[in-house]
Every structure is written in C-alpha cells, then in structure tokens.
C-alpha cells in the first residue's frame, strides 16, 4: 500500500508544550514563561470560558444554529453579508477552503519567503506548486506591490501577511490594492490578517466593495485567546462567496468553538486589555532588549542574535521559552511573543542575560 507522492509535503513540526519542556527541565508549568507561539498571555475571555461550560453539555448535538449565530455577528461586526463570512477550523482551515475553492492540479501559488509554513503546505495538499517572494532582511522586510509584482508571473495565488509573521512588517493598503490592480483577475490576493487586532492600519475590509479578487483571512487564535479551539474565518467577496456550501465539510467548526467565539466578541474589555498590553510589550521589547529588533505591528518582536537556536536553548534552560527562527530561514533571529508585562520583564532580563552587551 502507498501513499500518493508526498515528497514534495515537508512536515509541520510544532515547538514544544509547556508541559514537555517543563517535565524536561523538572519544573513546574507554572514557573515557565512561553512567548514561542504567539498565544494570548491572558489566556481566554471569561465570557467564552462560561459559554463554553455553558455549552459542554450539548456537544452531543452538530453545530447548527450555533454556527449561524456566529457567522451572523460576525457578518454584522464587518458590515457584510453572513455568506461572505466563511468560518472556518482555525485561519489555517480558511486556507484550505480557499485551496479546495481555487486550486486545480498544477496551479501555481506565490508565497512569501520568510513565510507561515502552512502556506506552501495547504496548496501543495491540494495538489499546486509553490513559488515564493523574498522578503529582504535588508529593507526591514518592507512589502511593497513592486517587490511582489517582479516574481509574479499569473500565480492562482499570492498570500500576503500583515503583520507578517515573523518579521512583524506591514503591507499599506494602496500597495495591497495596486497588487490586486496590477495581477491578472484570476489571481486571488489572500491578505492573512491574524494579527489585524494588534495593528494601527486599516483592514483590507475596505477593498472587498469593489473587488472581487481579494480574501481576507482573521482568526480567534492570537488576540481573542482561543487558539486551542481551532476557530477562524475568511471574509469573501460577495461574487463567488456561495461557494462555501460547496467545499465545506460538515459541521468542522465545532459547537465548543462557535459559542466561544461568539461570547469572546462581545468582551471588548479582554480584547482591549490583550491589545494595549501588546503594545507596550512591544515597545518595552524594542527599548531594553540588548539586540537590534524589527518595528511589529503584531505581539511579537524579531530580534537579531547571533545563533538563534543557540540563545533559544539557552533560555529555556532558565524556563523563557522563545521562538529560534531557523525554520523561517532566519537562523540568526529570535521571534518573542509579547506577554504580560511581567512575562515579558522576565523575558528580556533572561535574554539580555544570555546575549551579554549592555
Ligand atoms: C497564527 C497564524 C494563522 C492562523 O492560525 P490558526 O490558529 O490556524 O487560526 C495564520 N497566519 C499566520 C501568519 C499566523 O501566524
């Protein structure tokens, strides 16, 4: 028995969980500090812990009105239509909507390089090959339609990530709007807004009145704190958002994370709390961190060491366990993400520990 050729599909190796790391060191969870994943540091809203108590005793049920609920307030929170909001299992899951939606065999796709691994992996599950874009360390990551437009060549797909992951640069709005001008209109500019909340600029929100080639992904994993309930979604443009109906499979955004995520909606307070947190966080980061750091718009900092991997080990050892970018082709860097403001202190005394200077 064989699989299909899977060569070309390199496999997702997720860091390791607090508890591992802190069974490894024999310590306690609670005296480790994890700022690797980008997760919210204030945990989940109150409000979705209650609903999702609330909720535990219907699991035996599909997730109907539940899922319609949300989509609606969601709908309503981005001022359209409930069918152009595609919930989704996690923003990952919206990327294999739009793969199973768009792609056929062969179809090429352009990512960026440094990148979010799943993009290169939901197209080639679905059968594309993967081109990418660089993003120069040398210019601050910036992102520009000129820089994209120079390896475009007709690709299906170009993702976009603002705030990217992980260098934290920003794509302006009329830069995403002149890509789209500028690509063919069978090219669908996916713009990854995961962190969209922690972020001053506006969202491509704006550009779905009149475009028909745009999708936005957003997701309750980072700010909305409910990464473990796998819940996202894609805002759609109006013409071809029927197609959900046709590529979804039933019932995958579960009931637990439907009701969550509606509950953590209304809390604008825990929203608020995570973002302003982030902020300063960031900026702390920036100010007193004893190695150059790039400006983010998300809650996380990259910051440039000599040997990331070398000063990641050398953290967790004292329990700050931290993001080493070898992964994204940046073995020279170290990804942070904000914590709590106490977290955070740690953090950067421990790193600045490690990396020495002044
Ligand atoms: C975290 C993240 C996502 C989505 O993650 P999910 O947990 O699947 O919602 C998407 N894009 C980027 C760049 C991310 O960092």
């Known amino acids: 028995m064989n699989t299909r050729d899977l060569s070309a599909n390199i496999p997702y190796r997720a860091g390791q969980g607090i508890e591992e790391v802190a069974r490894d060191l024999g310590l306690d969870p609670d005296d480790l500090v994890k700022l690797s994943s980008n997760e919210n540091p204030f945990g989940p809203s109150p409000k979705a812990i209650e609903a999702i108590e609330a909720a535990a005793a219907d699991v035996h049920t599909y997730p109907k009105a539940a899922h319609t609920d949300l989509t609606a307030a969601i709908a309503d929170q981005w001022g359209l239509s409930p069918e152009q909001v595609w919930l989704t299992p996690g923003g990952d899951g919206l990327l294999d909507y739009l793969s199973r939606a768009m792609l056929s065999e062969g179809d090429r796709v352009l990512a960026p390089k440094p990148g979010f691994a799943y993009y290169p992996m939901s197209a080639r599950y679905h059968g594309a090959v993967v081109e990418s874009y660089p993003l120069a360390k040398e210019n601050g990551f910036a ?15 170009v993702y976009i990530t603002t705030p990217h992951n992980p260098s934290g640069s ?20 996916i713009v990854d807004e995961a962190y969209g909340e922690f972020t001053a600029e506006p969202s491509a929100r704006g550009l779905l009145d009149d475009r028909d080639d745009i999708a936005i992904l957003r997701t309750f994993s980072k700010a909305y704190g409910l990464a473990g309930l796998r819940l996202g979604y894609g805002l759609i443009p109006s013409e071809w958002a029927d197609a959900y109906e046709r590529i979804n499979t039933p019932f995958a955004v579960n009931l637990l994370a439907c009701h969550a995520g509606l509950a953590a909606l209304s809390d604008d307070e825990h929203v608020e709390r995570t973002v302003e ?33 070398a000063v990641a080990e050398a953290a967790q050892k004292e329990g700050v366990i931290i993001r080493d970018c070898a992964s994204f082709g940046l073995p020279e860097c170290i990804r942070i993400t904000c914590g709590t403001e106490q977290s955070t202190r740690r953090a950067v005394s421990t790193l600045n520990e490690i990396i020495g200077g002044d």
Do not use: C, K
């Open 277 to 309: 947190t982030t902020r300063w966080a960031r900026e702390f980061m920036h100010d007193e961190l004893n190695a150059p750091t790039w400006p983010s718009g998300g809650n996380f900092v990259l910051a440039e060491v000599e040997d990331g991997a």
């Open 143 to 157: 992102q520009t339609a000129e820089a994209i437009l120079d390896q475009y060549d007709g690709q299906r797909f």
């Open 170 to 189: 920003e794509m302006p709005l009329d830069e995403i709007e002149t890509l789209a001008e500028e690509t063919d209109t069978e090219t669908l500019i």
